[in-house]
């Protein structure tokens, strides 16, 4: 009983950082366990988690409608508003589920942990609904309509994939890889580890996303090819063109026969290369209907040959026999040409320097004239901006704080007259006022007096 009780203090405190966005690696990990091994945890856990999901959810899956590309005459599509970035970015890193990373606990040669770890509403794995803890590696998972899937796979990375409604994708590990292989709706990668470990990888039919320590936001469409690429974190490789759709078909093949197919028909093996990095996004139509039908004749045809003789070459003849179908393929390709492609990439991620700017403005008041001295604010104002309330006020803020403040709100009297209320604390010849409605720094010199309220 002692047992369980201690356990049940532990998931309060543990769920209570959690959904307040405080819990670090190793308190995901153990909320996690608790999770997976305590049904009543779990189902308590999906209680009062699904009204957050569910509002989080219907967000992203509003704006991420608006994320993926439309039909057009045109290549290159119109990018949503900077706003849907930081949606998106907050349903990563807000609500990605349980999310932990063991800080490369599993060496090269131990195995492997790939589970399915949450879900809000229909998920399927093979067709059955899912179940916590349930093995996913190269199994196909389903969202359904107001659903959200999460897995997780665990090697020398860690890498949590999120599906939103009407996802259709599969997660596996082979080897030193992790693919995603994604049908279409969209995803939520996000990968962390040694960068010489595990390549991580999201594909289909005609694209490959090849990852690097990345957070990116993945939409595929249902009917066609279209396809949105957000990268919030890192940097993404992309590859595509009907080589990528013809690697399926090189198992079928030897060296010689692949090259003797390339020489006659180098459309066939043509590929781009395109790295997007952080900040960044590309969309677009993707291969057309009509050429990937086109595309899975030629497929099929090579592939029939083969069957019915596997020992023989692939003859001239069978080789001349695709001209037709080559020769029918639609002459408007996914690719378009590598300066038109380098200038699809949109910037989605806000100026830096322009941001601090505006934050420098809104929280400095009476600020200096000197630009050492004020170079110098800078840097305490992006401290203060980036550090959390509850590492703050526990003594781990900018600085080099290192005792713990009170939490008693104060009201700051200002020379000019003006006063502010807050939780005051001072940072070298500064006061940091912290406000629910934004922080404030105001010079010492220009402070009157402090009183409690």
């Given at each position: 009983?002692?047992?369980?009780?201690?356990?049940?203090n532990s998931?309060?405190?543990?769920l209570e950082?959690?959904?307040?966005?405080?819990?670090?690696?190793?308190g995901?990990?153990q909320?996690?366990e608790?999770?997976?091994?305590?049904?009543?945890?779990?189902?308590?856990?999906r209680?009062?988690?699904?009204i957050?999901s569910?509002?989080r959810?219907?967000?992203a899956?509003?704006?991420?409608k608006?994320?993926?590309?439309?039909?057009?005459?045109?290549?290159?599509?119109p990018?949503p508003k900077?706003?849907?970035y930081?949606?998106?970015?907050?349903l990563?890193?807000a609500?990605?589920?349980?999310y932990?990373?063991?800080n490369s606990?599993?060496?090269?040669?131990?195995a492997?942990l790939?589970?399915f770890?949450?879900s809000?509403?229909?998920?399927?794995?093979?067709?059955k609904?899912?179940q916590?803890?349930?093995d996913?590696?190269?199994?196909r998972i389903?969202?359904g309509?107001?659903?959200?899937?999460?897995?997780?796979?665990?090697?020398?990375?860690?890498?949590?994939?999120?599906?939103?409604?009407n996802?259709?994708?599969?997660?596996?590990r082979?080897?030193?890889?992790?693919?995603?292989?994604?049908?279409?709706g969209?995803i939520?990668?996000?990968s962390?580890?040694?960068?010489?470990?595990?390549?991580?990888?999201?594909g289909?039919?005609?694209?490959?996303?090849?990852?690097?320590?990345?957070?990116?936001?993945?939409?595929?469409?249902?009917?066609?090819s279209?396809?949105s690429?957000k990268?919030?974190?890192?940097?993404v490789r992309?590859?595509?063109?009907?080589?990528i759709?013809?690697?399926s078909?090189?198992?079928?093949?030897?060296?010689?026969e692949?090259?003797?197919l390339?020489?006659?028909?180098?459309?066939?093996?043509d590929?781009q290369?395109?790295?997007?990095?952080?900040g960044q996004q590309?969309?677009?139509k993707?291969f057309?209907?009509?050429r990937?039908?086109?595309l899975?004749?030629?497929?099929?045809?090579i592939?029939?040959?083969?069957?019915?003789?596997p020992?023989?070459?692939?003859?001239?003849?069978?080789?001349?026999?695709?001209?037709?179908h080559?020769?029918?393929?639609?002459?408007?390709p996914?690719?378009i040409?590598?300066?038109?492609?380098?200038n699809?990439?949109?910037?989605?991620l806000?100026?830096e320097?322009?941001?601090?700017?505006?934050?420098?403005?809104?929280?400095?008041?009476?600020?200096?004239?000197?630009?050492?001295?004020?170079?110098?604010?800078?840097?305490?104002?992006?401290?203060v901006?980036?550090?959390?309330?509850?590492?703050?006020?526990?003594?781990?803020?900018?600085?080099?704080?290192?005792?713990?403040?009170?939490?008693?709100?104060?009201?700051?009297?200002?020379?000019?007259?003006?006063?502010?209320?807050?939780?005051?604390y001072?940072?070298d010849?500064?006061?940091?006022?912290?406000?629910?409605d934004g922080?404030?720094i105001?010079?010492?010199?220009?402070?009157?007096?402090?009183?409690?309220?």
């Amino acid at each position: 009983m002692a047992l369980h009780t201690q356990q049940s203090n532990s998931f309060e405190d543990l769920l209570e950082l959690y959904l307040s966005g405080e819990l670090d690696a190793a308190g995901k990990k153990q909320l996690l366990e608790i999770v997976l091994k305590d049904p009543e945890r779990a189902a308590e856990y999906r209680k009062i988690t699904q009204i957050q999901s569910q509002l989080r959810t219907s967000s992203a899956s509003l704006e991420l409608k608006n994320l993926s590309p439309q039909t057009s005459s045109k290549k290159i599509l119109p990018f949503p508003k900077p706003a849907v970035y930081l949606a998106t970015a907050a349903l990563v890193f807000a609500s990605f589920g349980i999310y932990f990373y063991r800080n490369s606990s599993i060496k090269k040669g131990e195995a492997t942990l790939d589970k399915f770890t949450y879900s809000y509403g229909d998920c399927s794995i093979e067709g059955k609904t899912s179940q916590a803890g349930e093995d996913v590696s190269g199994k196909r998972i389903v969202s359904g309509k107001s659903s959200v899937c999460d897995v997780q796979l665990e090697g020398e990375k860690s890498v949590a994939v999120r599906a939103l409604p009407n996802t259709d994708f599969t997660a596996e590990r082979k080897e030193n890889a992790i693919h995603v292989s994604l049908g279409y709706g969209t995803i939520l990668l996000d990968s962390q580890g040694p960068k010489d470990s595990e390549n991580i990888s999201i594909g289909s039919d005609d694209f490959r996303l090849i990852l690097e320590g990345t957070k990116v936001a993945v939409n595929k469409g249902r009917t066609d090819s279209s396809l949105s690429v957000k990268v919030l974190e890192g940097k993404v490789r992309l590859e595509s063109g009907d080589a990528i759709f013809f690697e399926s078909v090189s198992s079928w093949l030897t060296k010689e026969e692949i090259a003797l197919l390339a020489k006659e028909y180098p459309i066939l093996f043509d590929k781009q290369q395109l790295t997007i990095e952080s900040g960044q996004q590309l969309a677009w139509k993707g291969f057309s209907p009509a050429r990937m039908k086109g595309l899975k004749k030629i497929e099929d045809s090579i592939k029939a040959s083969k069957k019915s003789q596997p020992s023989a070459q692939l003859d001239e003849t069978l080789i001349k026999s695709l001209k037709p179908h080559v020769d029918s393929l639609p002459k408007d390709p996914f690719l378009i040409s590598p300066k038109e492609l380098k200038n699809s990439l949109k910037k989605i991620l806000p100026d830096e320097k322009a941001d601090l700017e505006r934050k420098f403005a809104s929280m400095v008041r009476f600020p200096p004239k000197d630009l050492k001295e004020r170079e110098q604010l800078m840097e305490l104002v992006k401290k203060v901006d980036k550090a959390s309330i509850t590492d703050i006020l526990n003594g781990k803020g900018p600085g080099g704080v290192t005792q713990a403040i009170s939490q008693e709100v104060r009201i700051l009297y200002l020379k000019d007259g003006s006063m502010e209320r807050g939780i005051i604390y001072q940072q070298d010849s500064f006061y940091v006022v912290l406000r629910p409605d934004g922080n404030l720094i105001i010079p010492v010199d220009a402070v009157e007096r402090i009183e409690s309220e």
